[in-house]
């Protein structure tokens, strides 16, 4: 949907609350990528929270379709639930909020990274990537991706052999042709070439060592630089942004922001927006206008220079993006 925008000051409750996207009310896309029907992938959903997104699927729902210079995504798939390997023109950084999961790097996702709730992982351009749910549970990932159109993904050559088998055919303009369902390929159009070596060739992994540094645990996080809300004595750790592990430019900036019960940041304005998401507890933006309750897993993005602050009502972990390479100072109201 479109959401409503007004100046600051001018907000209704009822335009705000169509900000917030309640994980309850996610609407998956079960069929987004061409990859869906390949053995081991048949059963992951993909859901586009901000933004266009990635999907190739035409009737992908789209929460929220205002530009914020970056999108906002998220996974969920069952245990032994594969993403195949792909390539992004944009950042990529993913929070797992549940599930134990496999990083996977390289054309066949032969080099893996472990990652539990709680971690960040930011992967950069450039290199083949998938995921696996590895655990015993359900899991969700929450992505944010770089800029307004983050582009087409380039798929691992294996990932076309594969899908031909099942039906589905990749258009060259980014689009997913069912076969199978009876959808017919338009008159004109052109496929979408299968990677080829030299393709493949340009998208050397990196290092262990290297891919390590974009991964962060939990217990890394605390010794990160402070972000713009430690001011008001709410611990926030800049995950992304300058001076951070994850230093290189995002065309965003991630922080992790925890609260103890009863911890409230006052009242103040950011000169940009910033997209919350609840990965542990219960927290509320205040305003003039009204109150947002978000519970875990919802999501909120909160207006340009609107004059907030908030309230845990238990002890909680959010995550916030704001767009730019670095954190503007943020005004007390």
């Not at 919350?276 to 109150?291: I, K, L, M, Y």
Request: with cysteine; net charge negative.
């Amino acid at each position: 949907m479109t959401v409503e925008t007004a100046p600051s000051g001018e907000w209704t409750l009822a335009a705000l609350s169509e900000r917030l996207v309640r994980y309850g009310d996610l609407v998956p896309c079960r069929n987004a990528f061409i990859d869906t029907r390949n053995p081991g992938s048949e059963d992951k959903e993909n859901f586009t929270i901000i933004g266009p997104g990635v999907s190739e699927n035409p009737e992908q729902h789209v929460h929220i379709t205002e530009p914020h210079g970056f999108n906002i995504g998220a996974a969920r798939q069952p245990p032994h639930c594969v993403n195949s390997q792909h390539s992004h023109d944009t950042a990529e950084v993913f929070v797992v909020h549940s599930g134990q999961w496999t990083f996977n790097f390289g054309e066949h996702g032969e080099v893996k990274l472990e990652a539990g709730p709680g971690t960040v992982a930011s992967v950069p351009t450039g290199l083949f990537r998938g995921f696996s749910n590895v655990g015993e549970d359900e899991g969700f990932l929450w992505v944010a991706l770089g800029g307004d159109d983050p582009g087409h993904v380039l798929w691992a050559p294996y990932v076309f052999d594969m899908a031909r088998n099942f039906g589905l055919t990749l258009l060259e303009d980014g689009s997913l042709v069912d076969t199978a369902a009876g959808q017919q390929i338009p008159a004109g159009a052109r496929l979408m070439p299968r990677t080829t070596p030299e393709q493949v060739a340009q998208l050397a992994t990196p290092p262990i060592d290297v891919l390590r540094r974009c991964v962060m645990a939990p217990d890394a996080m605390g010794a990160q630089p402070e972000g713009p809300l430690a001011l008001f004595g709410v611990d926030e750790r800049m995950l992304i942004g300058p001076g951070a592990q994850i230093d290189w430019p995002h065309g965003f900036t991630l922080s992790r922001v925890t609260l103890t019960e009863g911890a409230q940041i006052p009242t103040h304005r950011s000169c940009g927006k910033e997209v919350w998401f609840v990965h542990e507890g219960a927290a509320t933006c205040r305003s003039e206008t009204g109150d947002i309750a978000m519970g875990r897993g919802d999501t909120f993005t909160v207006p340009a220079d609107l004059e907030r602050g908030w309230i845990a009502s238990e002890r909680s972990t959010l995550f916030v993006v704001r767009g730019g390479d670095r954190v503007e100072e943020l005004q007390a109201a």
